[in-house]
């Protein structure tokens, strides 16, 4: 894991076994079952990195061998926001870290011709504003939906939010930054640029179509 100078909100998992099945997914011959494994994978690696800083309480529990103290975590409510539809790829492998988290969607789709996000559902938990929030979506390109998820969970009262998104380019990255400064971006890779159609460079394609074989 490492925080980069330009950007101290970031946080890149430069893990050997993250960095390893980065490489396969962004592989143009990997196929739609193993690209989605690699997705679920890749998001529990990085639920494990991105709740680094829970709070424990101490408990007791008697082994077989003896009463003793340890720790658990202390009720800490968690939201688990994917961005439709790419980000419902993220969600089961985060949920197997952490069961107890409340899953709410935001559907937004990135209109090809003007690149802006538009917002057709979303369905969130009552108690958003008191739970802390991983935002999931395998890629930020341009940083307009990612922002406007952000924008919208602030609107509904959330507080705590964190980003989780598998590559990143710069500018999604600037312009999340730009929109919201207080929210903090967890990456595998922060890519070179977008190309002149916003998908990134070297990226790995359209993860949607990828996920889901619509492609
Ligand atoms: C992709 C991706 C992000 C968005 C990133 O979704 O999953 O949500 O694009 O681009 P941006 O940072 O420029 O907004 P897409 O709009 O293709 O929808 P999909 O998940 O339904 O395929
Ligand atoms: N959305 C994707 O799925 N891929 C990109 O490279 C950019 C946006």
Redesign the pocket.
């Known amino acids: 894991m490492h925080r980069n100078a330009d950007y101290p909100n970031v946080v890149v998992m430069n893990h050997p076994l993250i960095q390893h099945k980065l490489s396969i997914l962004r592989d143009v011959g990997t196929g739609a079952k193993e690209f989605r494994e690699l997705v679920k994978e890749l998001a529990m690696l990085m639920a494990y990195e991105a709740t680094r800083g829970f709070q424990l309480a101490e408990t007791t529990v008697t082994t077989p061998i003896t009463e003793t103290t340890t720790y658990v975590l202390a009720g800490k409510k968690v939201a688990v926001i994917p961005i439709l539809r790419?980000g419902l790829g993220m969600v089961d492998g985060i949920l197997e870290l952490i069961p107890a988290a409340k899953v709410g969607h935001v559907g937004l789709y990135?209109d090809p011709e003007t690149l802006q996000p538009v917002e057709y559902y979303c369905k969130l938990p009552e108690d958003i504003g008191e739970r802390d929030i991983l935002i999931i979506d395998?890629?930020l390109?341009t940083g307009g939906s990612a922002a406007a998820a952000v924008q919208f969970l602030r609107d509904k009262g959330a507080r705590t939010i964190n980003l989780l998104v598998i590559i990143a380019a710069p500018e999604g990255i600037e312009q999340v930054i730009k929109s919201c400064d207080d929210v903090r971006i967890y990456t595998c890779c922060v890519d070179s640029h977008l190309n002149e159609h916003?998908?990134?460079v070297p990226?790995l394609?359209?993860?949607?179509d990828r996920l889901f074989g619509t492609k």
């Open positions: 790419a990135r395998p890629m390109a916003g998908y990134i990226g394609g359209d993860a949607g």
